[in-house]
RNA sequence: GCUCGGAUGGUGGAAUUGGUAGACACGUUGGACUUAAAAUCCAAUGACCAUUGCGGUCGUGCGGGUUCAAGUCCCGCUCCGAGUACCA
């Protein structure tokens, strides 16, 4: 019987279900590694191909430390709260976990199916009560503390209170909302309970505030940032536009530097910190104040080149700015409000789509120039932000390109401050050469000294002050949706007031719909037991609402990285009902050593896990400030979408190799699976596929059908689905495992392509036959040859230095490699076959754990190097051997395992020919190249 | 526009980081075993020239440079991918 991994496989899996094979303890006499993959979102169509890339990897990792000698913490769960099973419900009725559960069922069978190691005691899901109960309470955290930039850490709200009892708040250095006015100790005592929380809620590091969000009206929620692209939402894909509405925010803010400083400590790949360090957005520059004319208020911009100050000839504000509408001129009163109209009409995505149109009008206000007193023309225009920096800036054409594109537009003038540049054509903006000029007390000055000095001025004479500003934004933290965690807040006197932590969890209410209410309330505005009683502590019916004791609950949800922002540790420790993770379990696991995902959560998932991090750090609650020291980012594997060509009009198809004219035919995607490697298409397979090519005619150049191909990511509604359940039932999870990483670097992007599998399937048929062979186990005691010892511990140092550097895909041919050797040689002895099982279980599991079963397992070999082969000698037949040019002299040697120079040398100073070309000379200097060349200076 | 990657046979990709470019696999071609098929095994396979010899020439997107030696390092381009986008 040849190789049966059905039966093989099936027999493994059941056996490590039964023994709990991969629980691990949270104590240990062996070091610990912790590994960790990015947990899925359990959705309706199941894993394709593509899923599992990155849980392989990290699979093999984790059995290979564990081979190593490690305690290996290595969990899955679901990250179960989210739109798709909401939006199910809303369509289908069905409740959400329900058929979340469901897909989660789905996905655990499949997983199985690839043998992975997961310790399944420790799954957690976001959604379960007792996991998202701790989600509530580092919510509850946030809001119970500010940032101290003196301290540089989250403080407890409490202490702020202390303060502003003694001395108000103008001695209080905290991160806060702009809008925080100064007090005093008598007058903060003065401030009644509203005004009070009111402030406090300006300091807190998750707070209430109105905020101008990204309203998406198809999906009936807000939307981060991150979840929005090219002005269009992530998911979905539909327009997005500006509202304001309440909306609970964390102040991600405060921890922009440490979350840009944090980057340096981090092996992460350049690219990912690169992403996060423009998203963070720091810039380096100053606060200027401009005096509006006849106004008392000022105007505040912020500028990187306030170098530039004297080229300064009009402002731009945000139309948005409700300042615009103060200062606006009565002359100008109808044009600037017809303006701001329309701007806001605009939907984020045109406004976008519109960046080389220049608009904006005049208000008919000045401010005054700060230092020449001169007037300065306010005007309005949207390519001025509104909620980046101040929302106002000081207009240098001649130094900018966009002030200058605007000021040719509008006809402003341009006052050139640059010696020996020519601005006819555009703005100089050149940072590297610049010598200043029509600029007072810059004159002459270059980029770096003018800034030193202006920033000096600026703050001497308090017309502003060096700043750093962040393009990162406070997150909204508001969903209005039913499927996610319920904010544990209720409201008093329009005030929000936090449950007790001993209140959580707060559950999910029942609601009779999914959808947001008639009056536009989110979709908990249903429920109708959603009332907080303070005295029983309990939720209770809405009618019961006195505003006394008992008040409405919060009707928001959190968004989908509330849970994801923290799981990570709940795996240390997943039944704890004391505490997030307890103190023995975290400080025995610390961090995450080894972290797989992919690329497409750099600026979202990876950013806010990150800033709860540093927050619960700040607390002591956890240990580390960072939690993923090593991360890993798996490329997508794509599919290869199958294309064929309908004439329009007609139901007549072209096979590709006869297109002449594509413009006359529309391409239709079909089902891959009706595809073969060929790209020829089974067209009764396509008749029975879907109707509408029940009658179809194709023209055909030979007997088949061609069709085209091209690669996309894979997703059921491009029929490029390829599912690695039909792969096990074909060629066994083994295979799967090893093709995955065979494909190609595991951090590449590849298009799924089923055609090389064999090749993998070939190879671990081979490897059975070397024990395996007439129906009987053939590996014999018998020692070894030295060539045979050699070409297994060329495969032990080979791939144990790649699985170290994560690339796999040369591991898998070096086991190629070194089967096929030993085939060749009619290699069957234990001592040869069973390392080689060893280094390669982590890779194939199943195949491995059956032939441990028939011979034993024997880990150690992992752990002593190569110490069989350590000897040089020269390749007798070099064509190279030995060549002298310019006194250095070149040899080959043989034999890849001797790294001993001693050897090495030794080898070739004994060769008899070296004698002859050295004649008599001490050789100067070695250059030595393992199994290459060495050079000899002499 | 800016930032970061990348470009190697018919295809996916190797190359110990400056040391025999094309490992390994797919595909293709030929052969063995079979009544046949499957499975398995063997051989050839970068291009061109010579194939009555062993061999030779060119070759890692393009153009230069450094070096005894460059896919790898430096300078200047071209194309492709990803991220980001009026960030003052």
Not at 263 to 277: H, P, Y
Not at 514 to 528: I, R, S, V
Not at 644 to 654: L, P
Not at 710 to 715: A, D, I, L, P
Request: glycine share 6%.
């Amino acid at each position: 019987m040849g190789y049966d991994f059905k039966k093989i496989e099936n027999k493994w899996q059941r056996y490590w279900a039964k023994n709990q094979t991969f629980r691990v303890e949270n104590q240990s006499e062996k070091p610990k590694f912790y590994v960790l993959d990015m947990f899925p979102y359990p959705s309706g169509a199941g894993l394709h191909v593509g899923h599992p890339l990155g849980y392989i990897a990290s699979d093999i990792y984790a059995r290979f430390k564990r081979h190593k000698g490690f305690n290996v913490l290595h969990p899955q769960g679901y990250d179960s709260f989210g739109l798709p099973a909401e939006q199910y419900a809303i369509q289908t009725g069905q409740h959400p976990a329900k058929t979340t559960q469901e897909n989660i069922s789905r996905y655990r069978q499949q997983l199985d199916l690839m043998g992975f190691s997961f310790d399944w005691s420790r799954e957690v899901r976001t959604s379960d009560p007792n996991f998202y109960r701790w989600t509530q309470s580092i919510f509850l955290l946030l809001f119970d503390h500010y940032y101290c930039n003196d301290a540089n850490k989250a403080l407890p709200i409490q202490s702020l209170v202390d303060c502003f009892e003694r001395k108000g708040n103008s001695c209080v250095n905290a991160v806060c909302s702009p809008s925080v006015d100064t007090f005093t100790a008598k007058e903060w005592e003065m401030f009644d309970q509203i005004k009070k929380q009111e402030i406090l809620l300006d300091y807190r590091l998750t707070y209430l505030s109105e905020a101008e969000v990204n309203w998406c009206a198809d999906l009936g929620t807000v939307l981060a940032n991150d979840e929005i692209i090219n002005g269009v939402s992530e998911r979905g894909g539909y327009p997005v536009t500006k509202k304001k509405m309440k909306q609970w925010s964390m102040r991600i803010g405060a921890y922009a530097e440490r979350l840009l400083k944090g980057l340096d400590t981090l092996d992460w790949t350049d690219s990912l910190k690169e992403m996060q360090r423009n998203w963070i957005g720091k810039s380096v520059g100053a606060k200027v104040f401009f005096q509006i004319e006849g106004h008392d208020q000022k105007i505040e911009v912020f500028t990187t080149r306030p170098d530039t100050i004297f080229g300064v000839t009009f402002m731009t504000l945000a139309p948005e700015l409700d300042l615009v509408k103060q200062i606006t001129h009565p002359d100008q009163k109808q044009i600037v409000d017809t303006y701001i109209d329309q701007t806001q009409k605009r939907t984020q995505r045109e406004r976008m789509a519109d960046v080389k149109n220049i608009s904006g009008v005049f208000t008919g206000a000045y401010v005054i120039h700060p230092f020449s007193q001169e007037r300065i023309p306010i005007w309005i225009g949207d390519y001025v932000l509104a909620d980046y920096g101040t929302g106002a800036v000081m207009a240098v054409p001649c130094g900018d390109q966009r002030d200058y594109d605007f000021a040719k537009y509008f006809d402003i003038p341009i006052k050139n401050i640059f010696k020996g540049v020519s601005i006819a054509e555009e703005a100089f903006t050149d940072k590297s050469n610049t010598v200043l000029t029509h600029s007072d007390f810059l004159n002459d000055l270059s980029y770096q000294n003018a800034m030193v000095k202006v920033i000096e001025s600026l703050e001497e004479k308090g017309f502003g002050k060096g700043t750093i500003n962040y393009r990162l934004r406070d997150a909204i933290f508001s969903r209005q949706r039913y499927w996610g965690e319920p904010i544990p807040m209720y409201y008093k006197d329009g005030m929000p007031q936090p449950l007790d932590n001993t209140d959580l969890p707060l559950e999910l209410p029942e609601v009779e719909k999914y959808l947001p209410t008639p009056e536009g309330a989110p979709p908990l505005g249903n429920a109708t037991k959603w009332a907080w009683d303070t005295r029983s502590k309990k939720v209770v019916a809405n009618e019961r609402i006195d505003h006394q004791t008992v008040f409405p609950l919060e009707l928001n949800t959190m968004p989908g990285w509330a849970g994801s922002s923290w799981y990570f540790y709940r795996y240390m420790d997943a039944q704890n009902s004391e505490a997030l993770v307890s103190k023995e379990a975290v400080s025995y696991w610390k961090e995450v050593d080894l972290y797989l995902g992919g690329s497409e959560h750099a600026t979202g998932h990876l950013l806010y896990s990150r800033f709860w991090q540093k927050f619960l750090f700040d607390l002591g609650i956890l240990p580390v400030e960072e939690y993923a020291k090593k991360l890993i980012n798996q490329g997508m594997i794509l599919g290869s979408s199958a294309f064929i060509y309908r004439k329009s009009g007609s139901q007549t198809y072209v096979s590709s190799d006869l297109i002449s004219d594509p413009h006359t035919l529309e391409p239709i995607r079909v089902d891959v699976s009706l595809v073969n490697a060929s790209d020829e298409l089974d067209l009764e397979g396509l008749k029975k596929w879907q109707p509408q090519f029940k009658n179809a005619q194709f023209e055909l150049k030979e007997i088949v059908y061609k069709v085209n191909r091209e690669v996309e990511k894979m997703s059921k509604s491009k029929y490029n689905v390829v599912n690695p359940d039909e792969i096990c039932e074909q060629y066994g999870a083994d295979t799967l495992r090893m093709y995955e990483m065979f494909l190609g670097p595991l951090e590449q992007a590849k298009p799924w392509n089923t055609a090389g599998i064999s090749g993998v399937y070939s190879f671990l048929k081979k490897y059975w036959r070397l024990y395996y062979q007439n129906d009987q186990w053939v590996v014999t005691e018998k020692a070894p040859s030295k060539k045979a010892l050699k070409i297994l511990h060329e495969t032990i140092k080979k791939v144990t230095y790649d699985i170290e550097n994560f690339s796999f895909n040369t591991c898998v041919s070096s086991f190629m490699i070194c089967v096929n050797e030993l085939t060749a040689m009619d290699c069957n002895q234990k001592e040869i076959l069973m390392p080689l099982t060893v280094l390669l279980s982590p890779f194939a599991p199943h195949i491995t754990e059956e032939i441990w079963e028939q011979f034993g397992y024997d880990q150690s070999i992992l752990n002593e190097p190569y110490p069989l082969v350590n000897e040089a000698y020269l390749v007798e037949d070099s064509k190279n051997y030995p060549v002298s040019f310019n006194g250095k002299m070149r040899f080959t040697l043989s034999l890849s395992l001797s790294l001993d120079h001693q050897a090495i040398q030794s080898a070739v100073l004994s060769d008899s020919r070296t004698a002859e070309y050295l004649q008599g000379k001490e050789p100067k200097k070695w250059i030595i190249v393992p199994n290459k060349i060495i050079n000899i200076v002499f």
